[in-house]
């Protein structure tokens, strides 16, 4: 079945500093890519999608680019402020049918001021 | 108003007794979803509605059971609650998908955290 892996559990950077998040996904098809954001107390939201390869999602700051060749859709961030402190969920939704997502394990992202 | 709401917030729960969460939409979309979240694991699908039509996931399909008894609200039923029953349970919408266009957004809910004791 499809997949999503989040390498990394937990991130601590200081303000500005340079953010990747790796996530490599596993399905048949040509799933949609997303990347949830999830702030303390609230449910995960979007923060952006890409639907085909090479596509660049983007919001906030926040970037990834939909490699089909690689089955990549890392998240990068050039400069990281204290409120993207949050956890991040890498997800894809599979081709047919209703929209369900499959999500990676979430990465924790700690930005100390 | 892109509000999915759940009750309560944090529910206590004894082993063997039944558990009901709920969750209520008001953006008329047609596909609700409960999705439960246990610490280090990802999101995992339990079930979802498109319009009145259950689909339950082939792992979890005898130990949750869903009502929807309009298009806003959308329940989860537990009829005998297990410690691993502890869990955050997510509750997410969407609206039909275009056929030939791309995913739909979920929007989710805060959660309901259950803890069985």
């Known amino acids: 079945g499809d997949s999503v892996t989040q390498t990394e559990g937990q991130v601590a950077l200081s303000e500005e500093d340079f953010l990747t998040i790796h996530c490599n996904y596993s399905?048949?098809?040509?799933?949609?890519l997303f990347w949830y954001v999830q702030y303390p107390g609230e449910g995960p939201q979007l923060l952006f999608r890409?639907?085909?390869?090479?596509e660049k999602g983007s919001s906030r700051g926040f970037e990834a680019t939909y490699d089909k060749g690689t089955t990549s859709f890392h998240l990068r961030k050039a400069s990281v402020q204290e409120s993207d402190s949050a956890v991040y969920y890498c997800?894809?939704?599979?081709?047919?049918?209703?929209?369900?997502?499959?999500f990676g394990k979430g990465t924790q992202l700690i930005i100390q001021p | 108003d892109t509000t999915v709401k759940q009750n309560p917030r944090y529910k206590l729960a004894r082993v063997g007794k039944p558990v009901n969460l709920i969750c209520s939409q008001t953006?008329?979309?047609?596909?609700m979803y409960w999705y439960q979240k246990k610490p280090n694991q990802a999101p995992k699908l339990l079930l979802f509605?498109?319009?009145?039509?259950?689909?339950r996931e082939a792992d979890t399909f005898e130990k949750f059971q869903s009502s929807r008894p309009n298009n806003s609200f959308c329940s989860l039923y537990i009829g005998s609650a297990g410690l691993e029953y502890s869990a955050m349970y997510l509750c997410?919408?969407?609206?039909?998908?275009?056929?030939?266009?791309?995913?739909?957004?979920?929007?989710f809910g805060s959660g309901t955290r259950l803890t069985v004791l």
């Open positions: 997410a919408s969407s609206r039909e998908r275009d056929w030939g266009i791309s995913a739909e957004t979920l929007y």
């Open positions: 399905a048949s098809g040509y799933p949609t």
């Open positions: 890409a639907s085909r390869d090479k």
């Open positions: 997800a894809l939704s599979d081709t047919e049918g209703a929209d369900r997502l499959t």
């Open positions: 953006m008329n979309h047609d596909t």
């Open positions: 509605y498109y319009d009145k039509i259950l689909n």
